[in-house]
């Protein structure tokens, strides 16, 4: 199983925060790993919560995504760095290419591409960012322009034209340092979405769903992939769960009360317990495909969590 560390800056947390959980995750040696959220407004206030103390709540405020996995490629050496997901509402396609492209070389070919449809709308009107109505149409175009982009030969030029976006004698460049940066794609929709991943993926991604869930989507995905003429195994299967692991229960019990969230939610929605507890959720998801797991760590001060994960759960897991 391979394990991978995935955090929700939105929360509240600046470069140098995430700097020390990646720099961390990569020194430990277990996690293939660093992914981010792609959000620019906290999330998760009870209705009712006074305006004020929730902006305070959520300082430093929002990173951005992309400038901040620039900063990381040229900060950290070994460890792989992505997002679940690229909002494709944020971003032009042509200049996402050319920003993906960009850190992929500032890496050392160190990136993957995860993008999705955008699906927050409360972010969008806090920054301005206009929220169309119909969002999969356009993430389908994006996944063409960019992939497309990418994929021209050098001294070719690339043209589109969509229900969305047009492009028109597009130089393609700059090209990815990797001959083919990994796309994830993700998603619960039963029938638009495997029909995306068939075509575009070389992963497939489910945030927060259950085992049983996950194998009846992972199910209809394996057979668009087939529909589509590829091998369903040639697709990475994965999930991202919470995550909360302590030596004991206290210790459990103190991760997730610095998280705001309930011992017993984390355990039927999570993977929440001791060392031994989560070994043995995850293998309930590699009994039914999951081959990766995106830990989504949420105290990004807790280092500790980190290293108990590499230490006592990562080599159960094989």
């Known amino acids: 199983m391979d394990l991978r560390i995935f955090t929700e800056p939105q929360q509240g947390a600046d470069y140098e925060t995430l700097l020390r959980v990646a720099r961390a995750a990569e020194e430990l040696g277990t996690f293939s790993a ?106 389908e175009e994006q996944l063409a322009i960019v992939t497309g982009l990418w994929n021209t030969k050098l001294g070719d030029t690339f043209d589109f034209a969509g229900r969305y976006y047009t492009l028109t004698d597009s130089p393609a460049l700059p090209k990815p340092v990797q001959d083919r940066i990994p796309v994830l794609i993700g998603g619960k929709g039963p029938t638009r979405t495997p029909a995306l991943a068939a075509r575009f993926a070389d992963e497939f991604n489910l945030p927060f769903v259950s085992v049983e869930d996950s194998a009846a989507q992972f199910g209809r995905v394996r057979a668009a992939v087939e529909r589509a003429g590829r091998q369903a195994d040639e697709l990475v299967y994965s999930n991202a769960l919470v995550a909360c692991v302590g030596r004991d229960d206290a210790e459990v019990a103190r991760r997730a009360a610095a998280i705001g969230r309930n011992v017993d939610e984390l355990r039927a929605n999570g993977l929440a317990g001791t060392p031994d507890e989560v070994v043995e959720a995850i293998g309930r998801y590699a009994a039914i495909g999951t081959r990766r797991v995106y830990l989504q760590i949420l105290d990004l001060h807790d280092l500790d969590h980190l290293e108990l994960i590499a230490s006592r759960v990562a080599p159960q897991l094989g």
Do not use: C, N
């Open 34 to 139: 660093f992914f981010r959220s792609d959000h620019y407004l906290r999330m998760g206030f009870a209705p009712g919560t006074d305006p004020a103390a929730a902006i305070r709540a959520g300082l430093p405020g929002p990173t951005d995504a992309w400038i901040t996995l620039a900063g990381l490629a040229r900060d950290t050496s070994t460890i792989r760095l992505g997002t679940l997901m690229t909002a494709a509402t944020f971003r032009l396609p042509g200049v996402l290419a050319v920003q993906v492209a960009q850190v992929d070389a500032m890496s050392g070919g160190r990136v993957e591409f995860g993008l999705g449809a955008g699906w927050f709308e409360d972010e969008h009107t806090a920054y301005g960012i206009p929220f169309p109505k119909e969002r999969f149409g356009r993430l």
